[in-house]
């Protein structure tokens, strides 16, 4: 059984930055990748990025490449998104999710534990 908890939403102006914290606990693999994914009212969960603890191997969707970064610390069993250059159609509730042996990690079916979601809000 995995557990997620995130942290570090908030409410932020566009152009700004935040950094959001998965801490994770219970029996983690190397086998397993971690992802985030965001969900905006009446929208589909999307895939955000995602990071595998085998080899460090990271995703991230079009829509945030060169503005977000997916990191790991493997010893400490935290999972991060830098979130920078913040857009107002970045507002969603952000999720972590851990899964393992992920073939796409920019599917959310790949994925079987899910944090409760953290709320992120850009506003002009």
């Known amino acids: 059984q995995v557990q997620l908890v995130e942290s570090g939403g908030g409410s932020v102006q566009t152009g700004g930055s935040l950094r959001l914290s998965c801490a994770v606990s219970g029996n983690v693999d190397r086998n397993y990748c971690m992802g985030w994914f965001r969900q905006a009212p009446g929208k589909e969960r999307e895939g955000v990025a995602g990071i595998c603890r085998r080899d460090g191997s990271t995703y991230h969707a079009d829509s945030v490449k060169g503005r977000f970064t997916i990191s790991q610390d493997n010893a400490n069993n935290m999972v991060y998104l830098q979130m920078n250059n913040l857009k107002t159609e970045d507002t969603a509730m952000y999720y972590c999710?851990?899964?393992?042996?992920?073939?796409?990690?920019?599917?959310?079916?790949?994925?079987?534990?899910w944090g409760q979601g953290t709320q992120v809000t850009v506003s002009s």
């Open positions: 999710a851990a899964g393992r042996y992920i073939a796409s990690m920019a599917d959310s079916y790949e994925y079987s534990s």
